[in-house]
């Protein structure tokens, strides 16, 4: 107990500031394993690796979340979700030509057996198969069977992404979407005079976001064409494999005709 007295701390803080940021976030992620409350960490089972038992909290957005991450493979919440759906909804069909932005490692195994085309794509060079602007795609016409976008909506321009996203698809087609969304807003808040990334922190949580989307995200979907579904995390689900529960999937199809 000496040991942790106002000098003791401040040395644990040098000695926290001269390591990398990756080391520094393990320190913190043992700290706030230990700081909480008996009882409160329990085993979760992740449906993307088979792994159960502890998962890890994550740093993100402004926000501490417990038991976000499988040590295992990484997967997050969203991630998860996803994949429990695919389970359930595709009852093994294949998703055809697929394409997915900002692609997660965690995901990628998953998705490449679901379809007969698996790419991916960034707007950052050797991240992906593909670099593509989602506010530009340079991709032709009705050439995509199925899109999956996860946290790349509130980068962009989604008044232009999102029309991208419908032309590319096939008729029929569907765009897999998640974002941050605070349901209990009615409009989304944004302000393109917002533009460093300190006040982009600030105003939307990170330092690259463009907005705080609010309800109205579904009323922007459909004005871009789409017909809209949305599945929504919580239950029992949420209690054994660590969803965020209203953690919403946007099922925006491109009409058949
Ligand atoms: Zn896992």
New binding site residues.
Partial sequence: MSMLNRTGIRTIERMASRLSHHRRERLAKLFVAMSRPSGEQQPYD??????SGIFDPIFGSNALRFDSE??????RER??FLKLWLDRATSGESLGSFLHFAPEA?LQDELRTRCTQYRTADITPGRADLVLDMENIDLPDASVDTIMANHVLEHVDAGKALPELLRILRPGGLALLTTPVTEAWDDSYEDPSITTPEARHRHFGQADHVIFFGSDIEDRIRAAGFDLGKVVAGGAQAARYALIRGDTIYLARRPAT
Avoid at 46 to 51: S, V
Avoid at 70 to 75: E, L, N, Y
């Fill in positions: 992740c449906p993307l690796c088979g792994y499988c040590p295992a493979c990484h997967s991630h998860r965690c």
